[in-house]
């Protein structure tokens, strides 16, 4: 949570805490706010064993982590460390510099890898009539609108 703090930071920080509430009162400032911080760890942590002992046996491996959205999509999707999806294996196949080089990629299971950009055959068209004159509205499906 505060991983990005660093010590010039903290050192402000109590040359300001020192400053503000003066050397008398701030070791009791640092004991007050110590016990709120176990008193308000110490009811979370009462309320999540309530929860549990609430919930029965069936959810005895119930974690609350589980309950953040991102752990709980990728728990659902991808399993605890599997990888049944491959992603993991089409993140290790994709080498973006041999597209940035205009290199061919290395082949993927037997296939090649790399991407065409040129233009394809034209689509055949589904209905095999005559091509419209030039004035003649196309047919009406009123099934397709």
Do not use: C, H, W, Y
């Given at each position: 949570?505060f991983s990005d703090v660093?010590g010039?930071?903290?050192?402000?920080?109590?040359?300001?805490a020192?400053i503000?509430?003066?050397?008398?009162?701030?070791?009791?400032?640092?004991?007050?706010?110590?016990?709120?911080?176990r008193?308000?760890r110490?009811?979370a942590?009462?309320?999540?064993?309530?929860?549990r002992?609430?919930l029965g046996?069936?959810?005895?491996d119930?974690?609350?982590?589980?309950?953040?959205?991102?752990?709980?999509v990728?728990?659902?999707?991808?399993g605890d460390?599997?990888?049944?999806?491959?992603l993991?294996?089409m993140?290790?196949?994709?080498?973006?510099?041999?597209?940035?080089d205009?290199?061919?990629?290395?082949?993927v299971?037997?296939?090649?890898?790399?991407v065409s950009?040129?233009?394809?055959a034209?689509?055949?068209?589904?209905?095999?009539?005559?091509?419209?004159?030039?004035?003649e509205?196309?047919?009406?499906d009123?099934?397709?609108?």
């Open positions: 949570m660093g010039l930071e903290i050192l402000t920080l109590a040359v300001m020192i503000i509430f003066g050397p008398d009162k701030l070791p009791k400032l640092i004991q007050d706010t110590m016990g709120f911080i008193k308000v110490s009811f942590d009462n309320a999540k064993e309530d929860i002992s609430e046996p069936e959810f005895k119930f974690e609350f982590e589980d309950l953040n959205p991102k752990t709980f990728r728990k659902q999707l991808l460390e599997e990888d049944p999806l491959g993991k294996e993140k290790d196949s994709l080498d973006i510099r041999s597209v940035l205009d290199k061919p990629a290395a082949p299971n037997g296939r090649n890898g790399s950009f040129e233009k394809a034209a689509p055949v068209a589904a209905s095999t009539g005559a091509p419209l004159q030039p004035g509205r196309p047919p009406f009123p099934d397709a609108t």
